[in-house]
């Protein structure tokens, strides 16, 4: 750690966590603490301040990808909040937080430092669950789709050898007739089977 040109600090006169200028300021011996004048950009206010360095923690996770799970350990800042769906990575995978065990039970948030164990999925790609109508008889099928990825109702798009258009979606909030909706938020998209007409 170098002595940084600005620092986020809690402001002790107008109270908004904001960008605080460094005027001076010098660094402890182990690098972790910062002994430092500062100024709150948003009051003016000139005060001196001590700000540590935030630890980072290991933390157990379990991955689920595809019906395997697989451990491993991420680190965190201590300080911080982690709560069911947020997002993090670890390496190149992008995880999104589905449990998290604190004290031996299960909850939505917990501070980093007092998390036993994390459980997550990959969220780089997530599998949207399809229904095809087919006259007399449903089909099911999946694909897989970047999480932003947006399904409209209307759409034309080809499951398998079948050309389908969608004809309402099923998301966490409900049922969808008009519009789109992120791949994230899809549980089931509802397809009715087109024919293909050859000019």
């Not at 069911?84 to 948030?109: F, K, P």
């Not at 430092?113 to 099928?141: G, M, P, Q, Y």
Request: proline share 3%; glycine share 6%; with cysteine.
């Amino acid at each position: 750690m170098s002595v940084p040109n600005a620092v986020y600090l809690d402001c002790p006169n107008c109270d908004e966590h904001a960008v605080h200028e460094v005027l001076k300021g010098k660094l402890g011996r182990k690098q972790e603490v910062l002994e430092a004048t500062v100024k709150c950009q948003e009051c003016g206010q000139v005060y001196v301040t001590v700000v540590r360095e935030p630890e980072h923690i290991r933390v157990p996770i379990v991955i689920s990808e595809r019906g395997t799970s697989k451990k491993d350990h991420i680190e965190l800042m201590s300080g911080d909040m982690i709560s069911v769906d947020d997002e993090v990575y670890l390496g190149e995978n992008h995880l999104l937080i589905t449990a998290i065990e604190s004290d031996g039970r299960r909850v939505q948030s917990s501070a980093v430092e007092d998390v036993d164990t994390l459980w997550a999925k990959r969220f780089d790609k997530v599998i949207v669950k399809i229904s095809v109508n087919k006259h007399s008889r449903t089909l099911a099928a999946e694909l897989e789709a970047l999480p932003d990825e947006e399904f409209y109702v209307g759409d034309l798009m080809t499951v398998g050898r079948d050309n389908v258009v969608i004809h309402n979606i099923r998301s966490k909030e409900g049922t969808v007739r008009r519009g789109g909706v992120p791949a994230r938020d899809i549980v089931r998209i509802y397809t009715k089977a087109v024919r293909s007409t050859k000019a």
